[in-house]
């Protein structure tokens, strides 16, 4: 996978007319992991869905590889958030499809049961989404992650939250060999990702003054 370089130049966002953060500079280069980390309500969440394209940022511009972020780009960025995004009245392996398919991805039963088994969930793939535990549905969601031709860049919010061990070692795994095959990850977390080489992107450090 030759993933390109995700990048922010001279960032502000701002979040009912109060400014989070400003002049956030970084670099998501191929194979990186980086943690973001940041106080509650430092704006993590926010600064990931203006990555994702999802939001306008009050200052700068957000880059991938050498070309500034539009629409084409959407493809190449996979953005999971706190709702896991998975239809309550569609049973698993219907919902997990539907949302591969709905970014051009391969959603076959098999490779849709393959990827729900990475996740420990395969059992769960004929239940209804409503009946699922919150861990359950994490599990699916971040199955997600697991399906063939993943986009390169991967931004990911709090992906651990609801995760047993076994969850966490599953989802641990997965994000490794993303990197490992040339992908990039951005992860907001309460805990240390305990990934080989990852870096740390703080954002209390570019914290404006009563933000």
Request: glycine content about 10%; charged content about 20%.
């Amino acid at each position: 996978m030759q993933a390109p370089v995700l990048s922010a130049h001279g960032l502000a966002a701002e979040r009912g007319g109060r400014l989070l953060f400003k002049g956030l500079h970084f670099t998501l280069a191929p194979g990186q992991v980086t943690w973001l980390r940041g106080r509650n309500g430092r704006g993590k969440t926010t600064l990931l869905r203006l990555l994702a394209g999802l939001a306008t940022p009050a200052e700068g511009e957000v880059r991938l590889g050498n070309a500034r972020w539009d629409a084409a780009a959407r493809g190449r960025v996979l953005y999971l958030g706190h709702q896991n995004a998975l239809a309550a009245d569609l049973r698993v392996g219907e919902a997990l499809a539907f949302l591969a398919a709905l970014h051009g991805r391969p959603a076959g039963e098999e490779v849709v049961a393959a990827a729900l088994a990475r996740l420990g969930v395969a059992r769960r793939r004929n239940a209804f989404v409503r009946t699922l535990s919150q861990g359950q549905r994490r599990r699916s969601a971040l199955a997600r992650l697991a399906l063939p031709e993943p986009p390169p860049v991967w931004l990911l919010d709090e992906p651990f939250d609801a995760l047993d061990t076994e969850g966490a070692e599953a989802l641990h795994a997965i994000v490794a060999e993303h990197a490992a095959r040339g992908g990039s990850a951005l992860v907001t977390s309460h805990i240390v990702p305990p990934l080989p080489g990852c870096a740390t992107l703080d954002l209390d450090e570019f914290a404006t003054p009563g933000a």
